[in-house]
């Protein structure tokens, strides 16, 4: 049902972020941040034939931070890695808001094996996600994927490909489906996808 006295959300961010090239091999940075949102949108219940409507019906702040690096190990090897953390609280109830891991870690290693051809590996983290207060289902489970991509510069007079298997040990990956009492949400949340491979070709003149 439609709602004529609905306001858009408003969001208050604070943000500061250092960043630092120690040499020419070796760079990292951090930021943290602080947010407030007010007016947030939810469906909420009412009376009659439609269950819900959406209302201007809550306040959220959130904190968190990231710390990042790169390093050039070798003139063909080249290192990367951050990490993530963040955390809400509905300031209605003062309970974790939800829906979001609090913690998410990413690293890749860049290897040029021989001139036209690189190897790149990236692992991914996220860490368990919270429900939003009111839901009583179980958490969704922390999920770990890795990728792997081989990769040709100049192959030949302008011609390169691309091979690349996404999600190699196919994990389970899952991200949390909305709840709004008295609707349960989607029972198993959203899979997204497994194990795949693709193939690219690319031609400039």
């Known amino acids: 049902m439609g ?3 609905l306001d858009p959300e408003t969001i208050d961010t604070l943000e500061l972020a250092l960043a630092y090239q120690a040499s020419s091999r070796l760079y990292y940075g951090i930021n943290v941040f602080y947010y407030e949102i007010d007016d947030l949108i939810n469906a909420e219940p009412i009376a009659g ?3 819900t409507q959406y209302q201007n ?3 959220r702040k959130g904190h968190g931070g990231e710390l990042e690096v790169a390093y050039q190990l070798l003139d063909n090897l080249n290192l990367a890695a951050n990490y993530a953390y963040q955390t809400a609280e509905d300031q209605d109830t003062n309970e974790s808001a939800g829906q979001a891991p609090n913690h998410q870690a990413y690293g890749r290693v860049e290897w040029r094996v021989v001139p036209t051809w690189a190897l790149t590996t990236q692992v991914n983290y996220v860490g368990e996600q919270k429900r939003s207060a009111g839901d009583s289902r179980e958490p969704v489970d922390d999920y770990t994927t890795v990728d792997f991509t081989a990769r040709t510069h100049g192959l ?3 011609f390169d490909i691309a091979l690349a298997v996404k999600n190699a040990f196919n994990a389970d990956v899952r991200d949390p489906s909305p709840y709004s009492d008295p609707r349960p949400g989607i029972p198993g949340d959203f899979p997204m996808a497994g194990r795949f491979a693709y193939v690219e070709a690319q031609y400039q003149s």
Request: hydrophobic share 25%.
């Open 3 to 5: 709602n004529d006295d």
């Open 49 to 51: 034939p439609v269950a």
């Open 57 to 59: 019906s809550g306040k």
């Open 156 to 158: 030949w007079r302008g």
